[in-house]
């Protein structure tokens, strides 16, 4: 995937309403937090830093870090003061208690993908550390997140089209920003994967200990799963 699509994502994220549900998300990672030990933790395609912010809230002597493959993600993380680098997995060094990947990052990758990142995750996740995030049920992807979406600000003005077809979820960005008197158009594509429980299941060096069906949306079947699993 080109960062320029997670980039165009990054500058339009705040009309797309995710803002709203997503305290709700994180209230169920906090939940989970509380009953684990842990001294550091790394979030995982941490965004515009919005959970990382409200950890360091409530956990302020941790060492808290987070990653994003995008740049602007990344600027806006840290204008808020979170400490967020725009660094891949595999060229992380340190290691830590926990890792999170919040709001659908690892739909992000596909089948493959996955696996190398568990395995690269495997190094920078200490024994007996965790890994929570969560994901896109197929009735998430399926359902609820297809169809056109258009919005207008004055400065922005977006369309999205978005499609699922076999396990793959499609949405097709075009972006008018305004330059000076002029609007700059892009466009970028991003793909979610549908995962399910038996792949999470059967990972060398982890164990899957909790899957947590959830409706984000409290429509009538749950839209994400939330996993926990253990570094073994
Ligand atoms: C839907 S956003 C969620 C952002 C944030 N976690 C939140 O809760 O608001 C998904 C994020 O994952 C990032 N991302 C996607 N693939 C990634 C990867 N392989 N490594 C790091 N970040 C990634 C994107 O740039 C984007 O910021």
């Known amino acids: 995937m080109k960062n320029e699509a997670l980039d165009i994502y990054a500058k339009i994220e705040d009309l797309l309403g995710v803002k709203d549900v997503a305290p709700k998300l994180y209230s169920y990672y906090f939940f989970i937090l509380e009953d684990l030990h842990f001294n550091s933790l790394l979030d995982i395609g941490c965004g515009s830093g919005d959970f990382l912010r409200s950890l360091a809230m409530q ?26 680098v725009n660094v891949e997995l595999d060229s992380i060094e340190e290691q830590f208690d926990i890792a999170t990947a919040t709001f659908d990052m690892v739909n992000y990758l596909n089948q493959d993908e996955l696996l190398d990142f568990f395995e690269t995750l495997a190094q920078v996740i200490l024994k007996g550390g965790y890994f929570i995030f969560d994901i896109n049920s197929e009735y998430g992807l399926s359902e609820l997140a297809v169809g056109s979406f258009i919005e207008d600000d004055g400065d922005r003005f977006i369309a999205i089209e978005s499609f699922y077809e076999d396990g793959i979820y499609d949405s097709e960005f075009t972006l008018f920003e305004k330059c000076d008197s002029l609007y700059k158009k892009s466009i970028g594509n991003i793909k979610q994967y549908l995962h399910n429980e038996s792949f999470f299941n059967q990972l060398d060096g982890w164990k899957l200990k909790k899957r947590l069906p959830i409706k984000l949306y409290d429509m009538q079947d749950y839209d ?8 073994v």
């Not at 956990?59 to 994003?68: A, K, T, V």
């Open 224 to 231: 994400k799963e939330i996993y926990i699993l253990e570094r």
């Open 59 to 84: 956990y302020p002597q941790r060492n808290l870090m987070g990653i994003d493959r995008s740049q602007v993600m990344v600027e806006s993380a840290q204008a808020k003061g979170v400490n967020a």
